[in-house]
Structures are given as C-alpha cells and as structure tokens.
C-alpha cells in the first residue's frame, strides 16, 4: 500500500532560490543600463559580505556550513539588498546593511526557515533610519552617461567618496521620482506640472520604469516556474492601484495615477521577490491576499502622507509582525468537519 505523502522530484531549495537569483537578472542588466556599472560593485561587496557573515555565523552556532551556504538564500538577501538601495553609495553602507540583515535579522533568530522578519528588509530599514541622506542621493536615470562617469569612475566613488574633476556631485545625483513627487506637492505645485520634469518617463521615474518592468519579467518567470503563486503579487497590485485610484479620481491634481504608483519605487520587486519569502509571509492562500493588501495600504499612506519616499520596507516588516494572527485566522476548513 502507498503512503503519503505523493510528492515526485520536489525541488530543493538550492534549486529554487537559483530560480529566483536568475529571475532578477533582467532587472539587474536593465539597472545596468540605467545606473551603469557601479551596481555590479555593490552586488559583489553585498554577496561576499552574506556569504561570508552566514559563515560565520554558522561556525559559531555550531552547524555545518556548506549545506546552508549552497541554499543560496544568504545571496537572495544580499541581491535584494544591494537592487534597493542608491547604486553609488559608499562601500561600507551596503556591507553594514548586508551584515546586519544576515547576522541579525537571520541568524540570530535560528537560520533560514525561523526568521520572523523579511532579512533584507531590516536591513534596509536600518540603513534608511540610520544614515537617511545617504539612502536618498540617488544618480539621476540616464544622466551617468551624459556626465561620463565610467564604471572606473563609480568604481572609485564607491570606495573614496570623490569624483573626477569635471564631474560635481549634484550632476549625477537627484531625488528619486516618489521624493520629488511629494516634495512638489507640498509646495502647492500639482501633479501633471510636477510630471514635466525631465525625472519623469511615461509611466514612472525615467529610466527606473524600465527597471521595473524588468522586474515584471522575471516575476513573472517565477509565477510560470511555480515558484511562487499568483495570490501575493496579484493582490499587492490590484490593492495598491485600486488605493492609488480611487485618491487619484477624487483629485487627479493632488494624486498620482495608479500607473506611477505600480511602476514607480520598488512596487514590482515588492510584488514578486520580496513579499513572496515563504519564512517571513502567510502560509495560507486567504492570508496571502490579506498580507500583501496590507502591504500595499501601507505602502501608499507612507508615500502620500509619510516621511519617506517609499514606504515597502516598513510595510513588510510590519505586515511579518501580523503574520501569526493572518495565519491563525484564515485557516482553511478541515475536510470532513463543519466550518
């Protein structure tokens, strides 16, 4: 007689997670044209500075290292990490972040599959309430290449801070798109006037909305490769272009469109690399939906009303605290019995 449970070929995790790096690649070739090439610096520091954090993290918890380092989770984090934050930020920023999201948003708390909290997330969030002006000099899309700042160049910014003689710092750098947006608006200036400028695309930020799709591309890959399943994407975009609508057709002036909002900031890195951790979200498909609706509603108040330009950080950490009562609460009926 069979016994359950009738599962073939079930991918490991190695497998998936090298799923997962591979669909970010379009977006990291696209950022790569965006930004240039100072981004490969940043994701090779953040990747080594994982590995090497897991390592010895691992050595001093006792547990074998290989296995875990070959999962390929501790390079997810560092990726995820590196994609969000400015591309020519010094070198140290992304190697405290990176070490912070492993050793203590990780690690600390039993490895992979224990922790409460999104890792890449916190580290995110340290940085941004640590070091804020850092966070926001953002290179201005496009522009790195009109300037000539080669990868030698950014290279060399990374890790001392200078730029080449003819080359000035607010030449390169800008506000990002959601920043300038709300920094406008405060100055009684609206929407379609602030749109005009030159940092605007047609659906987003300049440059950064190719970036975005590319993203789209790659999470889609994911969804086709059932990796992930439709509910966390599906719902964190339905819900945050039905908030963002719903403000923008009571006062299209004031209020951006839906469009922006899904293809500005880090909304589809959001939808399908970081709300889709199987530790940190819901296990159930009902929880799903409330999760990443969650998630959007927060994500929208603190780019309209916040402190911050974006607010998918603060929103996932605080959505993971509300997973045990989401899991708890949408449990599925059990076969045989009354709901």
Not at 48 to 76: G, H, N, Y
Not at 255 to 268: T, W
Request: hydrophobic letters at 55%; aromatic letters at 14%.
């Amino acid at each position: 007689m069979n016994r359950s449970p009738y599962i073939f070929d079930a991918p490991s995790v190695s497998a998936m997670m090298l799923k997962v790096l591979l669909a970010l690649v379009p977006g990291i070739i696209t950022y790569l044209w965006v930004f240039g090439g100072g981004i490969l610096v940043t994701l090779t520091l953040a990747t080594l500075t994982a590995l090497f954090a897991e390592a010895a993290m691992l050595k001093l918890r006792r547990r074998p290292i290989q296995p875990f380092l070959m999962d390929f989770s501790a390079v997810i984090t560092a990726w995820l990490l590196a994609l969000a934050i400015p591309p020519l930020a010094p070198w140290w920023l992304i190697v405290v972040g990176t070490l912070f999201a492993v050793v203590v948003a990780k690690q600390l708390y039993g490895g992979l599959g224990y922790n409460p909290f999104n890792p890449a997330m916190i580290g995110y969030a340290v940085l941004l309430i640590s070091f804020p002006a850092i966070m926001t000099k953002w290179p201005a899309a496009l522009q790195l290449a009109q300037t000539k700042l080669s990868f030698s160049d950014q290279f060399h910014y990374i890790f001392s801070g200078l730029l080449p003689n003819e080359v000035k710092l607010d030449a390169v750098t800008s506000a990002t798109p959601l920043d300038y947006l709300k920094t406008q608006l405060m100055l009684k200036h609206d929407v379609a006037s602030i749109k005009e400028a030159p940092l605007f695309g047609t659906l987003g930020g300049k440059g950064g909305e190719y970036v975005t799709m590319a993203y789209l591309v790659g999470g889609l890959y994911l969804w086709q490769q059932k990796i992930i399943s439709w509910h966390l994407p599906t719902a964190f975009l339905g819900a945050l272009a039905l908030i963002s609508g719903a403000f923008w057709l009571l006062d299209s002036t004031h209020f951006a469109s839906p469009l922006f909002h899904l293809f500005s900031g880090a909304s589809m890195l959001c939808a399908f690399f970081i709300i889709t951790d199987p530790v940190s979200g819901p296990t159930t498909p009902k929880g799903k939906l409330y999760f990443a609706a969650g998630v959007a509603l927060i994500t929208y108040l603190v780019r309209v009303y916040g402190g911050y330009p974006d607010g998918v950080a603060f929103a996932v950490i605080f959505m993971n605290i509300c997973v045990p009562l989401i899991d708890a609460s949408t449990q599925p009926r059990v076969f045989g019995h009354e709901k």
